[in-house]
């Protein structure tokens, strides 16, 4: 099969039908073999009797069903392991994308050898509360991430060699970073396409707080220290300790020099508790010795950890 859309719903039962119809016009002109996976993410309105009507009509339409709501990034993952199309689409649910966009995505995929291509709204029409954080977060997400291309990391379409959604793992609300583990996995041919964006026709968006921009933030630091240390920890814990106590062992020596010094002169030497290096010298070593307990807590976590030994493999002969 040529292509599998993949399209993450959480209440959108107006805009499936001409999402539908149009994704089908597109695939009918291309003459692509195609699939189109609704995944509705415990949708509360009619999106499900909408997706079974469609399929019931159509034999390209299959449908997954949460029975309660966890998220785009959840959506997504089941979406992309039930995809059986070489290339994998994704696309959000409310005709803000445009199924136009797949004919070119397919063909940089297959022909120009790229594992990732993202969507790029380079005209958005989001309100400004929505466009200008987010052009903030993905100079941030450029930055940390090292993918210097992307403009867009959180643009809902996009395209996917089947080998990249069968290797990552999106959950949380990672959908954000699906560059970044893609990248992760070594998937680093990645790509963008500056694509059409509409504004909203129905319903409302789901992403509107502001709080996703802080856990959007923590997500993308967890992601950079996952990456960098998530399998040896005590490289950064054992290396940040062993600083600490140093600079402890420097204010102890301080310390000790200070009451020497006075002892050799003959003079009463002040109280150790009375030097500022006494506080450090005891802050830094107890700050090491926790810094040091973290690290090995962490190996020990690493060590027993299900995913351990993952490691993507691209050929085996
Ligand atoms: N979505 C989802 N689960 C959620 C929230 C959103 O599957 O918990 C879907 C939503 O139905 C849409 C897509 O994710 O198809 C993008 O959401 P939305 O359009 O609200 O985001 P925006 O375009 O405003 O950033
Ligand atoms: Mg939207």
Known sequence: MDISVVVPLYNEAESLPPLHEWITRVMGEHGFSYEIIFVSDGSTD????????????????????FRRNYGKSPALFCGFRAATGDVVITMDADLQD??????????????????LVSGYKQKRYDPLSKTIPTKLFNATARRVSGIKNLHDFNCGLKAYRQDVVKNIEVYGEMHRYIPYLAKNAGFDKIGEKVVHHQARKYGKTKFGGLNRFFNGYLDLLSLWFLNSFGLKPMHVFGFLGTLMFIIGLLAVMVVGGIKL???CKGVSAPLVASSPYFYIALTMMILGTQLFVAGFLGELISRNAAGRNDYQIEKQL
Do not use: C, F, N
């Open 98 to 115: 445009s199924p136009d966009e797949i004919p070119e995505l397919y063909r940089m995929i297959r022909e120009d050898g790229y594992d």
């Open 261 to 263: 010094v006075a002892i």
């Open 46 to 65: 009619a999106s499900w009797d909408v997706i079974e009507q469609l399929s019931a009509t159509d034999t390209h339409v299959r449908g997954i069903k």
